[in-house]
């Protein structure tokens, strides 16, 4: 299993981790967890790893969000080459899609 892998799972059973979660159970068994067992340091290390990640995505979702109107303004500025700030509006939505 791939570190990525290993981590999302440790990422879900931290956030599942109930004794009778049906979410993290099946996860616990998987990283050779006991029912009750506690994460290693690694595994919670892991998991919040991939916490950050995912706050790093969405704050530059966020980021995103906030700039494409003022990359909107810009498509029919006379300052720009034409097309040039419509093709990098164009790949702000499309970051955002990616982000969603």
């Known amino acids: 299993m791939s570190r990525h892998s290993k981590a999302m799972l440790c990422n879900v ?55 494409l109107p003022f990359v909107e303004d810009c498509e029919d500025a006379p300052e720009y080459k034409p097309g040039y700030a419509k093709k990098i509006a164009a790949q702000v939505r499309a970051a955002i899609g990616e982000l969603r």
Request: net charge negative.
């Open 13 to 67: 059973l931290w956030h599942h981790q109930g004794g009778s979660s049906p979410v993290g159970q099946p996860i616990r068994e998987i990283l050779g967890l006991g029912q009750h067992d506690g994460m290693t340091d690694e595994q919670l290390s892991e998991a919040k790893w991939i916490d950050r990640l995912i706050a790093d995505a969405e704050a530059s979702k966020a980021a995103l969000y906030v700039a």
